[in-house]
């Protein structure tokens, strides 16, 4: 992805370039239509600066999701629905049974289990 950043970058240069050479061109229309050429360059090498961020992004999440080894979410189903606290359950603690907090990185569902002695 950073290619398109170079070539777009060359695009621009290129402008640059017939911007130069175009002093010496005595045609308002050509220079208009330089000009409103540089501007849509540079306004495409900002979007896809913007493109490249977000997809590396997404990347990081994918392989977050598809690597994760959780258990499956009730929710989104992915495997991503992780156990982050235990402690003995408000009621039956005393005859042994704990009470799990589990959380899902993707979705944000949570829930807890009574897990039994
Ligand atoms: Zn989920």
């Known amino acids: 992805m950073a290619d398109i950043l170079t070539t777009v970058s060359t695009a621009i240069n290129l402008a640059t370039r017939l911007r130069e050479i ?3 061109i005595e045609d308002a229309e050509f220079k208009n239509l330089l000009a409103d050429l540089s501007l ?4 495409a090498k900002l979007k896809i600066a913007d493109l490249v961020s977000e997809n590396a992004s ?3 999440k994918l392989n977050e999701v598809t690597s994760a080894t959780g258990e499956r979410c009730p929710s989104c189903n992915n495997r991503t629905f992780k156990i982050i606290s235990t402690r003995p359950h408000p009621t039956f603690g005393d005859l042994g ?3 799990r907090e589990y959380k899902c990185s993707t979705c944000g569902f949570e829930e807890s289990k009574l897990v039994d002695p």
């Not at 849509?40 to 306004?43: M, P, S």
Request: charge should be negative; glycine fraction near 8%.
């Open 22 to 24: 175009g002093k010496n």
């Open 40 to 43: 849509e360059l540079a306004d």
């Open 58 to 60: 997404l990347k990081e």
């Open 97 to 99: 049974a704990k009470e």
